[in-house]
């Protein structure tokens, strides 16, 4: 709809506001690239690099989080995954009825418990306990949840949901990105499913666009 309430087709304009990483903003970038939007991103430095940034600008956003969607410089969305449907439903990246739906918020929802695990390791101050909370999740939490998408993958045309493509899969692979790099590489070899779907996923033309220009992040 336009600002007259009327039916438009014209395709907005996005911009994403996001940290300058990977994590939760790469399933964003690429359902945006995948779409053929026309996009740009302010990205943020993180905390690791200039604590003094985000720290300054956390009161002031909703919900004190990353990332932030911006449409037409005017509309905001909030929460990563709460965007990805969005756009998701602009992209034909949802399922055909409720219970295709179903299965790829379940998988989704499984997959920001593992999320909030993760980043408990990047909060901890602690050199040791860092290390040692490392590698419980290497242990048991990495094993647990990527094991259950390998086999669901097995059931699913090689896809995380309904046999075919969704944004489940850039939602689950665009964040075990950064996984890899806090973890020290490995998860895609380690688990052939997710890293043949990775494959698959770069290389559509539009996203692959995207990801031989990205920035080097982690």
Not at 49 to 63: F, G, L, T
Not at 160 to 186: H, M, P, Q, R, T
């Amino acid at each position: 709809m336009d600002e007259l309430g009327l039916a438009s087709t014209r395709m907005p304009t996005y911009k994403l506001i996001y940290f300058d990483a990977k994590g939760l903003g790469e399933a964003i970038r690429c359902i945006l690239s995948y779409m053929g939007a026309d996009w740009e991103e302010e990205r943020i430095a993180t905390r690791f690099a200039n604590p003094s940034i985000w720290k300054d600008m956390k009161e002031d956003v909703k919900y004190g989080k990353l990332p932030i969607l911006e449409v037409d410089g005017k509309q905001q969305m909030y929460q990563s995954a709460a965007i990805c449907r969005y756009l998701a439903s602009e992209a034909g990246l949802l399922g055909s009825n409720a219970w295709e739906n179903l299965q790829i918020d379940s998988i989704v929802d499984s997959f920001k418990d593992l999320v909030i695990v993760i980043q408990g390791t990047l909060k901890t101050q602690d050199e040791a306990a860092k290390t040692a909370l490392r590698e419980t999740v290497r242990a048991e939490s990495l094993p647990y949840y990527l094991n259950l998408y390998e086999e669901t993958m097995k059931e699913n045309n090689g896809y995380l949901a309904n046999g075919k493509l969704s944004w489940a899969d850039f939602y689950v692979v665009g964040y075990l990105e950064s996984a890899e790099a806090i973890f020290g590489g490995g998860i895609f070899d380690k688990y052939p499913n997710l890293g043949a779907l990775k494959e698959k996923l770069y290389n559509i033309p539009n996203v692959k666009k995207w990801i031989d220009k990205r920035p080097k992040t982690f």
